[in-house]
């Protein structure tokens, strides 16, 4: 059975600051997805990483996949207010099939 | 068009009621998903169609019918729901179907559900 493991689950941090979010997964896979979600809101895609090493940047996010190491990052420079919500990673469940195994979700809260 | 419409926004059912949400998407994808959602959790797979027909379903109650009649409409009817039903259900679809390319799902905004 796929797990995929997100930590930290909560994650209060200061504008400004930098923090990295942890997608760990159990299976072999090459393929790891991260979706944002407001409160109340349906799940918006970020990044599609497609192999290992991938790198994709949108304004201050960075995600990353190792897949030797079934770990994925989100990493998040200089903080604002704005990306106050749920981050969740994903995997697809089978090799070249879905669907996709989320991960818990990461909530954070960015605080003046 | 690129995005995956859901009506209605909101519902209030009772539990001998029928009711049915419908999903949209006009991206010429493939697999359409229905999700649910409950406040603080995860999304969870109910079911998957691929090529409009159904591909996974995960153990749901039979009181939740799934039904795609064409490849950009997805249905899901409710009948005699308990009020555990009550949760965010998420649609998606993908561009490819199972099997095939990669699985970026794009969602629509949901249908937030209370069943009394």
């Known amino acids: 059975e796929l797990k995929v493991e997100q930590n930290p689950l909560f994650l209060s941090m200061q504008e400004g600051k930098n923090y990295t979010i942890y997608c760990n997964y159990s299976t072999t896979s090459d393929r790891l997805y991260w979706y944002r979600q407001d409160p109340g809101k349906s799940l918006e895609s970020l990044f599609v990483l497609l192999s290992n090493g991938a790198v994709k940047q949108e304004g201050r996010l960075m995600a990353s996949l190792d897949t030797k190491a079934r770990l994925s990052t989100l990493h998040i420079t200089a903080a604002v207010h704005d990306l106050s919500a749920t981050y969740f990673c994903?995997?697809?469940?089978?090799?070249?099939?879905?669907?996709?195994?989320f991960g818990k979700g990461t909530r954070l809260s960015v605080i003046a | 068009d690129t995005e995956v419409t859901q009506t209605p926004k909101h519902l209030v059912m009772g539990m001998t009621n029928k009711k049915s949400l419908k999903c949209e998407q006009h991206m010429g994808h493939r697999a359409m998903y229905w999700y649910k959602q409950k406040a603080k959790k995860p999304p969870e797979l109910m079911f998957v169609?691929?090529?409009?027909?159904?591909?996974i379903n995960e153990s749901v109650p039979s009181r939740f019918s799934p039904e795609c009649p064409n490849s950009s409409l997805l249905n899901l009817h409710l009948h005699a729901l308990q009020p555990e039903d009550s949760a965010l259900y998420l649609c998606a679809s993908s561009q490819a179907p199972l099997g095939f390319s990669y699985n970026e799902q794009f969602f629509g905004p949901g249908t937030r559900l209370t069943v009394l």
């Open positions: 169609y691929s090529y409009e027909k159904l591909s």
């Open positions: 994903a995997v697809d469940r089978y090799s070249g099939n879905t669907p996709l195994v």
